[in-house]
């Protein structure tokens, strides 16, 4: 059993064991897209059951969440990214989407460049806290697309970071999903208008 960093007591002994209830309200990535292009993949979760989430949280993945993953495929990737094929790089992970900014507030790290509150010691994972019944948590990254091609970016929702409180939906299966994204070599046509905005010409 892992041991929480500096202690003796294991990283899971506060997270409650057992299934909460949640929906899926939205799930979005723009399915055509073009290099350079600045965009946002949107996920929110509602608590639909009785009991407060302990820690609602969302992975993102390369092609597939599931368990265990083809290699270069799941979590082993980068979260926004995919493995070349050169084994002996010691991160083989390349992105696919720059992560201009994570889910949560931003505050001090984040206006200086650093992630947003939602980052935890996963890489994939990103987590906005305790969840009351009937409230929404809304996971919102601003990516910038900087691999043309075809690429599948899956995600699920957990719980909590340590696998005991799980995340379920109405039917009892498993809340996660998938977005199939053709980005487009060329960059977007943009110019700036009078008002000194930039405008995308498409």
Same mark, same amino acid.
């Given at each position: 059993?892992?041991?929480?960093?500096?202690?003796?007591?294991?990283? !899971?002994?506060?997270?409650?064991?057992?299934?909460?209830?949640? /929906?899926? !309200?939205?799930?979005?990535?723009?399915?055509?897209?073009?290099? #350079?292009?600045?965009?946002?993949?949107?996920?929110?979760?509602?608590?639909?059951?009785?009991?407060?989430?302990?820690?609602?949280?969302?992975?993102?993945?390369?092609?597939? &969440?599931?368990?265990?993953?083809?290699?270069?495929?799941?979590?082993?990737?980068?979260?926004?990214?995919?493995?070349? !094929?050169?084994?002996?790089?010691?991160?083989? #992970?390349?992105?696919?989407?720059?992560?201009?900014?994570?889910?949560?507030?931003?505050?001090? /790290? &984040?206006?200086?460049?650093?992630?947003?509150?939602?980052?935890?010691?996963?890489?994939?994972?990103?987590?906005?806290?305790?969840?009351?019944?009937?409230?929404?948590?809304?996971?919102?990254?601003?990516?910038?697309?900087?691999?043309?091609?075809?690429?599948?970016?899956?995600?699920?929702?957990?719980?909590?970071?340590?696998?005991?409180?799980?995340?379920?939906?109405? !039917?009892?299966?498993?809340?996660?999903?998938?977005?199939?994204?053709?980005?487009? #070599?060329?960059?977007?046509?943009?110019?700036?208008?009078?008002?000194?905005?930039?405008?995308?010409? /498409?």
């Amino acid at each position: 059993m892992l041991a929480a960093c500096g202690g003796g007591q294991a990283q !899971d002994v506060h997270e409650p064991n057992g299934k909460f209830k949640v /929906s899926v !309200d939205t799930a979005s990535f723009p399915a055509s897209q073009s290099l #350079s292009q600045h965009t946002h993949l949107v996920i929110a979760v509602r608590n639909s059951g009785t009991q407060a989430i302990p820690d609602v949280a969302v992975t993102i993945c390369n092609v597939t &969440c599931g368990y265990p993953a083809p290699q270069g495929e799941g979590s082993s990737a980068g979260a926004f990214a995919s493995d070349i !094929d050169q084994t002996q790089l010691a991160n083989p #992970s390349r992105p696919l989407w720059v992560v201009d900014r994570g889910p949560g507030p931003c505050h001090y /790290s &984040c206006r200086n460049g650093g992630q947003g509150a939602g980052v935890t010691a996963y890489a994939n994972t990103w987590a906005l806290g305790r969840l009351a019944p009937g409230k929404t948590a809304r996971f919102d990254w601003a990516v910038t697309a900087v691999q043309a091609g075809s690429h599948t970016v899956a995600w699920q929702v957990a719980a909590g970071l340590n696998g005991k409180a799980k995340a379920v939906l109405a !039917d009892g299966s498993k809340p996660r999903g998938s977005f199939v994204v053709h980005v487009s #070599s060329a960059p977007p046509q943009t110019y700036v208008n009078n008002a000194g905005k930039i405008v995308n010409a /498409s």
